[in-house]
Nanobody, 126 residues
Framework: QVRLVESGGGSVQAGGSLRLSCAAS????????MAWFRQAPGKEREFVAV????????NYADSVKGRFTISRDNNKNTVYLQMNSLKPEDTAVYYC???????????????????WGQGTQVTVSS
C-alpha cells in the first residue's frame, strides 16, 4: 500500500509558475512509476507527465511539453511537477499517481495506476 499526498497548488496569474509536490509513504518509493494527472470541471481526468523508477525517462502530454517538468527525489520519497508559463487552460485539480509497472503503450491511461492522492487545486487566471 502506498499513500500519496499532494501539495503546492494555488492561484496564479497566466504566465506564472507553481511547483507541485507529492510525498509518498508506505512502500519503497523507488519501485514505483510516478505520474501526474489533472481533471478540470466537467472533463475527464487527463495525463500530464510520467517518470520512471530512476528518473531517467520522462514523458509529457503535448499540451504541457516545454512548460512542465516532472522530477523525483527517491531519497525524499517525493515527486515534483514544476509548472511554468501557466495558462488558464491549465486550471484543474492535479493528482499524483503510482504504479509498479511501466506500461509502454498505455502509461497515459489513468486506470493503469493503482494509487492516487487526494488532489491539489491549481487555478490560473487570465
Amino acid at each position: 500500500q502506498v499513500r500519496l499526498v499532494e501539495s503546492g497548488g494555488g492561484s496564479v496569474q497566466a504566465g506564472g509558475s507553481l511547483r507541485l509536490s507529492c510525498a509518498a509513504s508506505g512502500r519503497t518509493f523507488s519501485t514505483y512509476v510516478m505520474a501526474w494527472f489533472r481533471q478540470a470541471p466537467g472533463k475527464e481526468r487527463e495525463f500530464v507527465a510520467v517518470i520512471k523508477w530512476s528518473g531517467d525517462i520522462t514523458n509529457y502530454a503535448d499540451s504541457v511539453k516545454g512548460r512542465f517538468t516532472i522530477s523525483r527525489d527517491n531519497n525524499k520519497n517525493t515527486v515534483y511537477l514544476q509548472m511554468n508559463s501557466l495558462k488558464p487552460e491549465d486550471t484543474a485539480v492535479y493528482y499524483c499517481a503510482a504504479t509498479e509497472r511501466f506500461y509502454t503503450s498505455t502509461y497515459r491511461v489513468a486506470a493503469r495506476y493503482d494509487y492516487w492522492g487526494q488532489g491539489t487545486q491549481v487555478t490560473v487566471s487570465s
